[in-house]
């Protein structure tokens, strides 16, 4: 098992920032390729970012290249996300998730790869 716990989460104008993090625990976090994604009320889960489990690759969204970055530190079994530039559309509860790293990377943004989902936290963009 592996428990993951999101925080970072806030009320923000837009064009603000803020920086999600996302702490791990129970298993070896660097046997887990990660990923963030988001909800926003009466829409469906979408993708934001993945990385994989040496922090070599990174995906992203195409809503949110550019703006958004993901990152992880191994040593302290925590992601990232570093949120630029926000948008109202950015508005969403975003889920930390983790991906066993015997997954193809190529399964970056299927959401039903990911084993193991935080509780998540808010992020709302005020216009």
């Known amino acids: 098992q592996v428990q993951l716990v999101e925080s970072g989460g806030g009320l923000v104008q837009a064009g603000g920032s803020l920086r999600l993090s996302c702490a791990a625990s129970g298993r070896t976090f660097s046997n887990y390729a990660m990923g963030w994604f988001r909800q926003a009320p009466g829409l469906e889960r979408e993708f934001v970012a993945a990385i994989s489990w040496g922090g070599g690759s990174t995906y992203y969204a195409d809503s949110v290249k550019g703006r958004f970055t993901i990152s992880r530190d191994n040593a302290k079994n925590t992601v990232y996300l570093q949120m630029n530039s926000l948008i109202p559309e950015d508005t969403a509860v975003y889920y930390c998730?983790?991906?066993?790293?015997?997954?193809?990377?190529?399964?970056?943004?299927?959401?039903?790869?990911?084993?193991?989902w935080g509780q998540g936290t808010q992020v709302t963009v005020s216009s």
């Open positions: 998730a983790a991906r066993d790293k015997a997954y193809s990377n190529s399964y970056y943004s299927h959401g039903s790869a990911y084993a193991y």
